[in-house]
């Protein structure tokens, strides 16, 4: 069975740091690109980042670059995003995604095989 649990959501204030973790299980971790989703309130699902299998390129939405960082450990089966200088438009429900083909710049999330349930991430102002 495949399991995508995210953990490390909250409630932080405008400026603060949050880190979420992925933790895989059911499926080759290590040869899936993995990702991270998040949805708003009344807004669609829209891209936040991704990671190849090695770890070794990574690929960031716009509004997240040089404030939110991605790395994967493949040992433990574990992804993360570190969030920082979070701002009220990161609030969302951020979602850990896995797809097996293509690469880091695909944005588009019919493509993702494996959802996690989501964590809540709200930033206030």
């Known amino acids: 069975q495949v399991l995508l649990v995210e953990s490390g959501g909250g409630l932080v204030q405008t400026g603060g740091s949050l880190r979420l973790s992925c933790a895989a299980s059911?499926?080759?971790?290590?040869?899936?690109?993995m990702g991270w989703f998040r949805q708003a309130p009344g807004k669609d699902r829209e891209f936040v980042s991704t990671?190849?299998?090695?770890?070794?390129?990574?690929h960031y939405e716009d509004s997240v670059k040089g404030r939110f960082l991605i790395s994967r450990d493949n040992v433990m089966k574990t992804m993360y995003l570190q969030m920082n200088s979070l701002k009220p438009e990161d609030t969302a429900v951020y979602y850990c995604?896995?797809?097996?083909?293509?690469?880091?710049?695909?944005?588009?999330?019919?493509?993702?095989?494996?959802w996690g349930q989501g964590a809540q991430v709200t930033v206030s102002a």
């Open positions: 995604v896995a797809k097996l083909l293509g690469g880091v710049l695909d944005t588009s999330a019919p493509d993702y095989q494996f």
């Open positions: 059911g499926f080759a971790f290590d040869s899936y690109i």
């Open positions: 990671i190849s299998e090695s770890g070794h390129i990574t």
